[in-house]
């Protein structure tokens, strides 16, 4: 819904801008970003209210899943 307002009054592209968020981390860390940090930044981009709930490294080395939430 704010993808499509956004859309339709500011001329957004919401897959344009994943993409060029996409380079711009990855060139920066070496390793692509996961959908979640790029749903939180798209989110914040479109002055949405956000939470982000994010796990830590397990015990074992292995990476948690973190979630976003918005009032899309």
Known sequence: M???AA???KNYDSRHT???MQVEFT????????DWQ????EALLLSLDTVIIAGNMSRDGTEARSRTFTSW
Not at 27 to 34: C, D, I, L, R, S
Not at 38 to 41: I, V
């Open 27 to 34: 060139g920066k860390f070496g390793k692509p970003a996961y």
């Open 18 to 20: 994943r993409e060029r």
């Open 38 to 41: 790029l749903d939180t930044a």
């Open 2 to 4: 704010a993808r499509e």
């Open 7 to 9: 859309a339709k009054d």
